[in-house]
């Protein structure tokens, strides 16, 4: 059974940082493309950013390109997000998903995926 897990939102001032985490069972994480998406009230759905199985190569969507960092570690079967300098418009829930497409398509078209997690609130707000 393939089940994606997130964890790690909350509430957190503007400019503060959080670490979300992914844990990936039901098939092996070493062979996935992982990417996380975010959806706003109000808000179209926004890739946000993928890390490819192959060369661990990183895409980011410019809104948050340097201050967003993702990371995989295939041992502990989790893809990281770590989220710098957060401003308000960061507000969401963020879900981590295995895209059917190469991670750079995932970044404009975030709804191509299989699996996706229940999703975990991250709040900026002072």
């Known amino acids: 059974q393939v089940q994606l897990v997130e964890s790690g939102g909350g509430l957190v001032q503007p400019g503060g940082s959080l670490r979300l985490s992914c844990v990936a069972s039901g098939f092996t994480l070493d062979y996935a493309d992982i990417g996380w998406f975010r959806q706003a009230p109000g808000k179209e759905r926004e890739g946000v950013s993928c890390i490819s199985r192959r060369d661990r190569r990183t895409y980011y969507a410019d809104s948050v390109k340097g201050r967003f960092t993702i990371s995989r570690d295939n041992a502990k079967i989790t893809v990281y997000l770590q989220m710098n300098s957060l401003e308000p418009e960061d507000t969401a829930v963020y879900f981590c998903?295995?895209?059917?497409?190469?991670?750079?398509?995932?970044?404009?078209?975030?709804?191509?995926?299989?699996?996706w997690g229940q999703g975990t609130q991250v709040t900026v707000s002072s």
């Open positions: 998903a295995r895209p059917t497409v190469d991670c750079s398509y995932f970044i404009r078209y975030p709804n191509q995926y299989d699996y």
